[in-house]
């Protein structure tokens, strides 16, 4: 499947994470977890392409990282959606949705 | 405003960089345990469950370098871990590390230095000074052929009638008898107008300089101190304002001190200046000045400020007066530097520069072999995951660190050379002190030498291929060839820049030998010179000077043996000689045909040819009487009497030297003055001592063996006489002959320092290249070895090729040279600049070094076999 970030068009993983985000807050291994199960297995995102795209919207104001506590009492990075975060959501998801339907159209023409 | 905020999160990223670093950790802990524990929920046995998650999770190094990357902040902690990784590698081969820095150093030092020089001496012959539109007046002749500074009747002219000048100010230097604190001194003082401090903008060290009113004659006398009177009479202290010494007699007080380097002329540093109008130290109307300088007012070209003033002496009662035609002329401070000082200087510092190309060539080198040393090493790191960038910036630290070490080694080099300078410059010459200018220009230099020396072997170094390089075909690598070929290149430069400077170092060597070993007219053996001086304030009245004279010629009559004796001469017998210019007019030549020359004359007692052995060709040596005679008699040098009296005899005819008849009594053979072949010293004369004495004597003794008891008699006969008056400059000779020469020595000297200084760093240069080599072909040699080649022709084919490298060099050198030979002509008397007899052994020389330097790495090529094929 898609091991590898650079298979994903880039800038498709930080939508994916922004998304995930949007739920709940999340540490990185549940970003992982959920990517994939949302996406049916598709989507195995590989750490080595997760953390620094955590570092790059922590960067960037989209997301903002704190220290929790979770259910099985351990000590883990959560990371938040911003507003900002939310607004870029929306952003890049009308992006998207512009480009696969203009992609699907393309792929769809019979003549 | 976003950039400002990106070097903040940049800044604050790397004081927090620690903390991320543990907590980017505990996050991959995290991560990492989270895998484990749903690996074991699945099924797994803990321990495989741990394998598994670590397999899946990679590197975390490189995942942590990844983060690191993205986050800001990285360059500065990247910078920094370079800086500290340039420290280590650098640390682990110390030899390599020293080579690189010495030679850096030595090449930044002695550029450094040469510019501190050539800065002080043509560039700034004012230091500190606003050189603005700062011209100096001078007198010459009609026909330019000699010149003079204005007088100070002159200058007040100039004040009050031009328009050109916003402001005329003048100085003057003399010896001055000086108490300070009870103790008498004789020393160089001057005297400047009020304005002249402020008009030069100098800022006194403490206190103050003059002021407008001090020019007035009116209020106490005052002083301010140079800045070496200050430190070598009051130790710097700054409870010397208000303190008073007392000059010739009179009390002043010391108002200031002047700053360290202040100088108003290379050679001279007075120990006080009084302004003029203090009691007693009038200037006198008609002597001429010691420098005269105005600035030109705005807007006013140089050209209409010299029309100006040829205006002035064309229209002036002072002028008219004078006894020949003088010309006004105005310089800039730059054109007061002597052509031929100044081409010896920029000479020099060419010298200097292809000591410091030579130097980056080795570094260069140096970085290259290195960088061919590690390739293994980065292509393993690249294919680590470091980026090409982080490589090449991470070699460049490294070259970085060397540069400011380097750097910081010239820097203390330059400062100890500045030290020792004077010992290798005419006398004089001291006191160069490192600028700051100077040492922006040595930060720079070795900024330059690193990104030129470590731009090169950074990109070839990473352009490696992790593959090419593990399968150990360094011999068939791509950048290897190439750049060994640069190297090649670069040793050739380097032999050729070295035999250039040999060469040019041979030449002046035997320039200086020459005209040191040349014949001066007389023999120079067991001759002693002693100096004696009047102070004018004692000596005032010309009867006490021409009494002194006679009691002194009488004393060492007495004193000495008939062939011993004593000479005196106005000035200096070989050195202080300055010649006037002037017509020799023989009889029966109308005056306008007179043809000015520049006149070399002594004024000598009557047994000074015969002490001195310069031999009479016809007439007598001067008698006594010849000083009261009626008649002025002169006797001429033989160069005269060809010139002027071409039918033969002259003596017996008249002569009109400075303007008065001179009866000729005698011919005698020129006093060849090796300084001054080829300037001033074909027109001599001599006069008799006695008619008018002036205030100092050189005394003349030929001793035969005891020197010490001879300058004794001569000290005790010099006190009987005045008790006060101290001897001064006792010297041989042969001394005083090597001091008229000391330009040439010089010159000389730092020749030979910078062209050995070359040739150990093109050795250096040529071992790193042949050493390099070697060891790529060792394997090779092992297998020649183990086939049954003899080692003695290893060895030779190894030095064989290296020594066609410097073959190149030498002939590139050489045609340099001869290229080069113009320039350096100049610089030589006597010796053509094209002498195979410093060619030749220059060559041989260069050859040697370089053969010993090719022979001993290429000495390595014979290990045996075992040993050589063990090393991959």
């Known amino acids: ?111 | 405003m976003d950039r400002l905020r990106g070097v903040a999160s940049c800044l604050m990223a790397w004081l927090r960089r620690e903390q991320t670093k543990v907590e980017l950790d505990e996050e991959m802990a995290f991560h990492l345990d989270m895998a484990t524990t749903e690996n074991i929920r699945s099924g797994m046995s803990p321990r495989e469950a741990r394998r598994r998650a670590m397999l899946e999770f990679g590197s975390r190094d490189w995942h942590s370098e990844r983060v690191r990357e993205e986050r800001g902040g990285s360059l500065i902690e990247d910078l920094l871990r370079d800086f500290r990784f340039g420290f280590r590698v650098l640390r682990k081969r110390p030899i390599f590390a020293l080579a690189a820095i010495l030679t850096l150093s030595v090449g930044v030092g002695m550029t450094t230095t040469m510019f501190t020089l050539v800065d002080a001496v043509v560039l700034r012959p004012l230091p500190g000074a606003n050189a603005e539109g700062m011209v100096y007046f001078f007198l010459e002749t009609a026909d330019g052929s000699g010149e003079t500074s204005p007088t100070p009747e002159f200058l007040r002219l100039l004040r009050d009638h031009s328009n050109s000048f916003s402001q005329v100010e003048a100085y003057t230097v003399r010896d001055y008898s000086l108490s300070v604190e009870g103790e008498p001194l004789r020393v160089e003082g001057a005297m400047a107008s009020s304005g002249f401090f402020s008009f030069l903008g100098v800022r006194p060290q403490i206190g103050r300089t003059f002021l407008p009113q001090n020019g007035t004659g009116s209020g106490n006398p005052i002083v301010v101190l140079s800045h070496t009177f200050w430190l070598e009479r009051f130790g710097e202290s700054r409870d010397v304002l208000g303190k008073v010494v007392t000059i010739n007699g009179h009390a002043h007080e010391i108002i200031g001190v002047l700053p360290r380097d202040f100088r108003v002329d290379l050679l001279r540093e007075p120990r006080f200046w009084v302004p003029e109008g203090n009691a007693r130290q009038l200037l006198i109307e008609s002597e001429p000045v010691e420098g005269a300088l105005g600035r030109l007012s705005p807007g006013v070209t140089r050209e209409v400020a010299q029309a100006e003033l040829d205006a002035i002496v064309r229209n002036n009662p002072v002028t008219r007066r004078w006894d020949r035609d003088w010309v006004g002329k105005v310089r800039t401070p730059h054109e007061l530097v002597d052509p031929s000082l100044r081409r010896a200087l920029l000479f020099l510092q060419g010298g200097a520069v292809l000591v410091f190309l030579i130097a980056c060539g080795n570094l260069t080198n140096l970085l290259l072999a290195q960088g061919e040393a590690r390739a293994r090493e980065l292509a393993v790191r690249s294919s680590l995951g470091a980026g090409r960038g982080r490589l090449v910036r991470q070699l460049m630290a490294e070259s970085a660190v060397m540069g400011a070490l380097g750097g910081g080694g010239g820097v203390l080099l330059t400062r100890w050379a500045l030290d020792s300078l004077p010992f290798f410059l005419p006398p004089g010459y001291a006191g160069f002190s490192l600028n700051r200018g100077v040492l922006l220009l040595a930060v720079g230099i070795s900024l330059l030498a690193v990104l030129i020396t470590g731009l090169l072997p950074a990109l070839a170094g990473s352009r490696r291929n992790l593959a090419e390089v593990i399968k150990g075909a360094p011999h068939r690598g791509t950048g290897i060839h190439k750049y060994y070929g640069t190297r090649q290149v670069l040793v050739v430069a380097e032999v050729a820049m070295a035999f250039m400077l040999l060469a040019s170092a041979g030449l002046l060597l035997k320039n200086f030998s020459k005209l040191m070993q040349g014949d001066v007219g007389f023999p120079r053996e067991d001759l002693l010179t002693v100096r004696v001086e009047l102070p004018e304030e004692d000596y005032g009245e010309p009867e006490l000077r021409t009494g002194f004279y006679e009691g002194l010629r009488d004393g060492l009559r007495a004193q000495l043996p008939r062939e011993l004796g004593m000479a005196t001469v106005a000035n200096g017998l070989v050195e202080n000689l300055s010649a006037v210019i002037g017509p020799i007019v023989p009889e029966g030549v109308s005056a306008d045909d007179r043809e000015p020359h520049p006149i070399l004359t002594w004024k000598v007692a009557p047994n000074f040819f015969r002490v001195l052995g310069l031999p009479l060709s016809q007439g007598r040596a001067f008698l006594e009487e010849d000083a009261s005679g009626e008649e002025p008699v002169v006797i001429i040098n033989e160069e005269i009497a060809r010139r002027h009296f071409p039918s033969g005899r002259a003596v017996g005819r008249r002569l009109q030297v400075y303007r008065s008849w001179h009866r000729v009594v005698g011919v005698s053979a020129s006093i060849e003055l090796p300084a001054l072949q080829g300037r001033f010293g074909e027109t001599q004369v001599f006069l008799p001592m006695g008619a008018s004495v002036d205030d100092g004597f050189t005394i003349i003794a030929r001793t035969e063996g005891d020197r010490i008891s001879a300058v004794d008699r001569i000290r005790q006969v010099v006190w009987s006489l005045d008790r006060s008056l101290p001897i001064m400059e006792v010297s041989l000779m042969e001394d005083a002959l090597a001091e008229s020469l000391s330009e040439e020595r010089s010159n000389a000297l730092l020749m030979v320092i910078f062209s050995l200084t070359a040739l150990s760093l093109g050795a250096v240069g040529i071992y790193g290249v042949v050493a390099y080599s070697v060891s790529r072909r060792i394997q090779e040699m092992g297998i020649r070895l183990a086939l049954g080649a003899s080692s003695r022709g290893l060895v030779g084919r190894v030095v064989l090729r290296g020594m066609m490298t410097v073959g190149i060099g030498l002939v590139l050198g050489a045609a340099g040279t001869f290229v080069l030979g113009s320039t350096l002509a100049g610089l030589l008397v006597g010796v053509d600049p094209r002498d195979p007899w410093v060619f030749f052994p220059v060559a041989a020389v260069t050859a040697v070094v370089a053969l010993t330097a090719t022979w001993f790495p290429a000495r390595r090529a014979t290990t045996s076999p075992m040993d050589a094929l063990r090393t991959e």
């Open chain 1, 1 to 111: 499947m898609f091991d590898e970030s650079q298979d994903l068009p880039r800038g498709t993983l930080d939508l994916m994470i922004l998304k995930v985000l949007s739920l709940d807050p999340m540490h990185g291994w549940g970003i992982i977890k959920r990517i994939r199960n949302l996406s049916r297995d598709v989507f195995r995102v590989n750490q080595g392409s997760l953390y620094p795209a955590l570092q790059r919207l922590t960067k960037k104001g989209w997301v903002t990282a704190d220290w929790r506590v979770t259910e099985n009492s351990r000590r883990a990075r959560y990371y938040t959606l911003t507003k900002g975060g939310l607004q870029k959501l929306d952003e890049e998801r009308r992006a998207w949705e512009v480009s696969t339907s203009a992609v699907g159209r393309v792929l769809e023409a019979t003549s």
